[in-house]
Structure formats: structure tokens, C-alpha cells
């Protein structure tokens, strides 16, 4: 609401009550229209002798058929005599009777209770969307087929997600360890395979490379049992493999490394060797 429109109010007001020696209210719309929904401004401003105690509505009074929006209030304005207070109050409707009322109460506070003072009642016209509504409505067919995405039930998932994990616990606990088992298994024989064939080859095809036979069955047998085979001494693999012929082979093995190469107890050596080998997967299995 402009200065202008407000001074104009309070100069109607104090015009129109004479200085006259009692209590004048007025409450009226600053539109005489409104759409359903759209804020509409009433007006309320009350003259009264200045010694009195005076109380506007607030949010918790009903404003039916309207709902309140928000509230301004003035400064209040004295003379000698009179004072004058004064709101605008924006107001919305939802209701769809074509003129809709409203009247606003002030009150007057007293020692022991308090006096309703009224404004005259005042009405505002409700504009209507919809003019009128035809008799028959022509109605249009469409009979293409459109897809509609289905919506995703994340409470439903949430539950079937839980479900599966508790089944995913208990089956762990019941086959856990089996399952685990069997995946060792798996692996240990896949890696038994592969040194059989490697050693196999080497063998056959370098028959004179003791050395690095020698450290393929070392690196396998540290992997099998977690013993630093590469690391010790033919002395110190017979005291921990305790195997009859494992000190014959070995030496053998190592007096082709370090000494004159004689071949002919290398294919004994290595056939012990590889069945050495053998017998800790079987027992590791």
C-alpha cells in the first residue's frame, strides 16, 4: 500500500469520526475484485481515546472464507486526545462462492476482561476462471500406445537386498569353510601341475642345468609349505624334509653345480627330488 493511499485513509478516517468522543472502526477491501488464490489487502484502522488499551487480530484468528498471508502494521498516531492504529492484512481465498464477506474485530482490553469492537461488514467479488461450463464436452479419442516407466519399489529392493544378505551369512557359516577349502585345493593342484610340466621339461630338454632345476623345485616347495627353501643349505632342507634319499640327491645335484659335472646319478636325483615334491602336495592335500 503507497504512502499516498495510506494517508488518505487515516485523513478519511479522522475526517469522517469529528474528533467525536468515542471508538470509530474501519475494516474494508482495497480491491473490489480477486481471483481464487491471489493476495487481496484489507484495511483496518480504528480512532480511539488515547488513554485506552487496544488490540489488533493476529495470525491465530480465523479469517474465514480467507487465509491470511502476512500483516503490516502502522505506527500508531496520537494528538492530545485521540490515537489512531492502524494494519493492512493480505488475504487470500480458496473459496469459490462468487461474493465473499468479511468483518474484522478490535479489541478492548479491560481490568478484568476485554470489549469486541466490529467494523461493518465488507464484501469483495470473486472472478471465475471459468466463465461457464458447456453442456457436453466433445471428448478426443487417442488410442496410441505410450509407455509409462515403471517406478523403481525401493522399499521392496530394500527388503529383498536384506534378505539376500542374511541368506549370503548363513550359507557362508554352513559351507563356508568347505567352499574354501575346495578353492585351496583347486589352486594347490593347478600350481602342481604347471611345476610337473616345467620340471618335466627341463629335464628332457636341459638335462645339464642342475642349478635351475634345482631352484624350480626350491620356489615350489616354499610356496607349498612356507618354508625359505631358496634360502637354506642342503644341510639344513634334509633336517627339515627328513626324507631317505633326499642328502643322496642333493648332493649329487650340487656336485654337478660346484664340481666336475658327472650325469650319471642326475637322473636318480632328479626323479627323487620330483617325488619329494609329490608327497608334500599329497600331504598338503
Same mark, same amino acid.
Given at each position: 500500500?503507497?504512502?499516498? #493511499? *495510506?494517508?488518505?485513509?487515516?485523513?478519511?478516517?479522522?475526517?469522517?469520526?469529528?474528533?467525536?468522543?468515542?471508538?470509530?472502526?474501519?475494516?474494508?477491501?482495497?480491491?473490489?475484485?480477486?481471483?481464487?488464490?491471489? %493476495?487481496?489487502?484489507?484495511?483496518?484502522?480504528?480512532? *480511539?481515546?488515547?488513554?485506552?488499551?487496544?488490540?489488533? %487480530?493476529?495470525?491465530?484468528?480465523?479469517?474465514?472464507?480467507?487465509?491470511?498471508?502476512?500483516?503490516?502494521?502502522?505506527? /500508531?498516531?496520537?494528538?492530545?486526545?485521540?490515537? #489512531?492504529?492502524?494494519?493492512?492484512?493480505?488475504?487470500?481465498?480458496?473459496?469459490?462462492?462468487?461474493?465473499?464477506?468479511?468483518?474484522?474485530?478490535?479489541?478492548?482490553?479491560?481490568?478484568?476482561?476485554?470489549?469486541?469492537?466490529? /467494523?461493518?461488514?465488507?464484501?469483495?467479488?470473486?472472478?471465475?476462471?471459468?466463465?461457464?461450463?458447456?453442456?457436453?464436452?466433445?471428448?478426443?479419442?487417442? =488410442?496410441? $500406445?505410450?509407455?509409462?516407466?515403471?517406478?523403481?519399489? *525401493? %522399499? $521392496?529392493?530394500?527388503?529383498?537386498?536384506?534378505?539376500?544378505?542374511?541368506?549370503? #551369512?548363513?550359507?557362508?557359516?554352513?559351507?563356508? !569353510?568347505?567352499?574354501?577349502? !575346495?578353492?585351496?585345493?583347486?589352486?594347490?593342484?593347478?600350481?602342481?601341475?604347471?611345476?610337473?610340466? =616345467?620340471?618335466?621339461?627341463?629335464? =628332457?630338454?636341459?638335462?645339464?642345468?642342475?642349478?635351475?632345476?634345482?631352484?624350480?623345485?626350491?620356489?615350489?616347495?616354499?610356496?607349498?609349505?612356507?618354508? %625359505?627353501?631358496?634360502?637354506? /643349505?642342503? /644341510?639344513?632342507?634334509?633336517?627339515?624334509?627328513? $626324507?631317505?634319499?633326499?642328502?643322496?640327491?642333493?648332493?649329487?645335484?650340487?656336485?654337478?653345480?660346484?664340481?666336475?659335472?658327472?650325469?650319471?646319478?642326475?637322473?636318480?636325483?632328479?626323479?627323487?627330488?620330483?617325488?619329494?615334491?609329490?608327497?608334500?602336495?599329497?600331504? !598338503?592335500?
Amino acid at each position: 500500500m503507497s504512502k499516498k #493511499v *495510506y494517508s488518505l485513509f487515516i485523513f478519511f478516517l479522522v475526517f469522517s469520526s469529528g474528533f467525536a468522543q468515542n471508538i470509530t472502526s474501519k475494516g474494508q477491501f482495497l480491491k473490489d475484485s480477486v481471483q481464487i488464490g491471489e %493476495p487481496i489487502e484489507f484495511a483496518l484502522s480504528i480512532k *480511539y481515546p488515547k488513554e485506552l488499551e487496544l488490540i489488533f %487480530p493476529d495470525s491465530l484468528y480465523n479469517f474465514f472464507p480467507f487465509e491470511l498471508t502476512k500483516k503490516i502494521y502502522f505506527p /500508531t498516531k496520537s494528538d492530545s486526545v485521540f490515537s #489512531v492504529d492502524s494494519a493492512i492484512y493480505y488475504l487470500s481465498t480458496f473459496e469459490i462462492d462468487s461474493i465473499q464477506y468479511l468483518k474484522m474485530p478490535v479489541y478492548k482490553v479491560n481490568e478484568f476482561d476485554s470489549l469486541i469492537i466490529w /467494523t461493518l461488514q465488507d464484501s469483495i467479488i470473486l472472478q471465475h476462471a471459468v466463465e461457464s461450463i458447456p453442456d457436453s464436452v466433445a471428448m478426443v479419442t487417442n =488410442t496410441n $500406445y505410450m509407455e509409462v516407466p515403471m517406478a523403481f519399489n *525401493y %522399499p $521392496y529392493a530394500s527388503i529383498a537386498l536384506i534378505i539376500l544378505i542374511v541368506i549370503t #551369512v548363513i550359507l557362508w557359516f554352513v559351507f563356508g !569353510k568347505t567352499v574354501t577349502n !575346495k578353492i585351496q585345493i583347486y589352486r594347490l593342484k593347478k600350481r602342481n601341475l604347471k611345476f610337473i610340466e =616345467t620340471f618335466d621339461n627341463l629335464v =628332457t630338454n636341459n638335462f645339464l642345468n642342475t642349478e635351475e632345476i634345482l631352484i624350480l623345485w626350491k620356489n615350489y616347495l616354499e610356496k607349498l609349505n612356507g618354508e %625359505p627353501f631358496t634360502k637354506l /643349505t642342503t /644341510t639344513e632342507i634334509v633336517s627339515l624334509l627328513k $626324507y631317505p634319499n633326499v642328502e643322496t640327491a642333493l648332493m649329487a645335484i650340487d656336485k654337478n653345480i660346484y664340481g666336475p659335472k658327472d650325469d650319471s646319478l642326475l637322473s636318480d636325483a632328479y626323479q627323487t627330488i620330483k617325488d619329494i615334491a609329490q608327497n608334500e602336495y599329497t600331504n !598338503k592335500v
